[in-house]
């Protein structure tokens, strides 16, 4: 018989840097590079919870859960948590010894609630957290994804037009129009950047391939250049702004759920600072992460981040001083959520109207480009 999960709350891990927010140690094993996506994880919390508050005992729950997952990382990863819980570690240091799969925000929020003997109720919100998070996320790429594939097809077609199509015109006009020369500028022109794709084409993939792959580089171990593209993001015309929202949507959602959950203000900071996503968000939340360390409140701070709206601390200033900082935060992740949404919508009205202005000037150059001659040599034989 499975022994029953003990009450006991698993040791604090040591609080990182706020300036410097601990990196998850990698897990070995054939498949380490591999992960389990968020939605499949959201809907495993979700039916644990629901098993839980059906007064099913962990260790059955779980044992139902891994029969019912596909083959796969996720599965393999309850059957070791299900051994761990029975032979009695707590749920939570079972899930923190698979960071791979339960990040830290997820191991938090179920140790506060093994602390405070709610872990059905903390699972259930966790459950709720993580979908959200989704949606958002997902809305998020659905409008990044139109406008990338229309310009990745526009840009392959037209390169299509330079290499193959274009040098069959340009043999058409030098014998009909007595030599390249003679053709007007847009049309020179237009042959001429065709025969360079043609002839360099492959310079153009190495240097393209080289600029991701410097662009990697510097991700990873430039902080200068990680602070500069992350400023360059909040300021683009376009997407700035909604880049901004989702960093406030975040940030109070995710601090919002963990304190409401039992978790102290200082490690939810923490926390939250180490999925923020934006340097300047991260150092935004380490001010905050002070502030409250030195004994005073989060509102200020926030204000002088920079990062937030005035609506924005007077409501968390409010929450302070209510006690309900909790739910003045939900509150405000639910107003940003909606405002990202109306925020997609525009930017993808926005880029339309910009990609529809932007090939309508490719197309129409390329097509007076080839009929210029035409006309030039009917005006020749009047």
Known sequence: MAKKLQRKVAPRPAASSPQEPTAPTPGGGLFASRSVSRRALAEFTTQLAVLLQAGIPITKALRILEGQL??????????DVLEDVEGGTSLSEAFAKHDKVFDELYTSMVRAGEAGGVQEEILGRLAGFMEKAEDVRGRVKGAMAYPVS????????????????????????????????????????????????????????LGIALVYAVHRTLTAKSAGYVRLRDRLLLRLPIFGRLTGKVLVARFTRTF????????????????VQSSAGNVHMQAAIAGIHASIREGAGIAVPM???????????????????????DRMLTRIADRYEVEVDRTIQFT???????????LAVFVGFIVYSLLAPLLQLMQEMS
């Open 303 to 325: 204000g002088q981040s920079g990062m937030f709206d005035d609506i924005i601390v007077n409501m968390v200033d409010v929450g302070e001083q209510t006690g309900e900082l």
């Open 150 to 205: 229309v310009v990745g097809v526009a840009g392959l077609v037209l390169v299509l037009v330079f290499i193959f199509v274009i040098p069959r015109f340009k043999q058409i006009f030098a014998s009909q129009a007595g030599g390249v020369d003679k053709l007007p500028g847009a049309t020179q022109l237009l042959i001429g950047v065709g025969e360079h794709l043609e002839a360099r084409w492959w310079a153009w993939a």
């Open 256 to 271: 919002g759920t963990l304190i409401q959950s039992g978790v102290p203000h200082l490690r939810a900071l923490e926390i």
């Open 70 to 79: 596909p083959q796969g990382l996720l599965r393999r990863t309850i059957a």
């Open 348 to 358: 993808l009205r926005a880029v339309e109207s910009l990609l529809i202005v932007v």
